[in-house]
């Protein structure tokens, strides 16, 4: 079973929106904060969004304006949604549980593409 999982993405036109969601499948000790991450086929993994245990919120330049992290405790599930899409958001999207000490456990991705 996949500890982390990423869905929520798709084929959405310029200036949509999506919401991804991270699921993570059992309880996880030590988590400080957990984040979103895209990448494209020849580049560096970019980041894009994080939300720490006390809440605490970043968002890379690219999408801030545009972005919401949020996460549900209960669910153990954190969502990312994303506005007014444009075709450089064309990205697979990564999810990241960070446990300190440089140890996080990754998702797989959820591919989104942005295209008329």
């Known amino acids: 079973v996949q500890l982390v999982v990423e869905s929520g993405g798709g084929l959405v036109q310029p200036g949509g929106s999506l919401r991804f969601s991270c699921e993570v499948s059992r309880y996880i000790s030590g988590i400080n904060n957990m984040g979103w991450y895209r990448q494209t086929p020849g580049k560096q993994r970019e980041f894009v969004a994080t939300?720490?245990?006390?809440?605490?919120?970043k968002y890379a330049a690219s999408v801030k304006g545009r972005c919401t992290i949020s996460v549900d405790a209960h669910k153990n599930t954190v969502y990312l949604q994303l506005n007014n899409l444009e075709p450089e958001d064309t990205a697979d999207y990564l999810c990241?549980?960070?446990?300190?000490?440089?140890?996080?456990?990754w998702g797989q991705g959820t591919q989104v593409t942005v295209s008329s």
């Open positions: 990241l549980v960070d446990v300190g000490n440089g140890l996080g456990y």
């Open positions: 939300i720490s245990n006390d809440g605490t919120t």
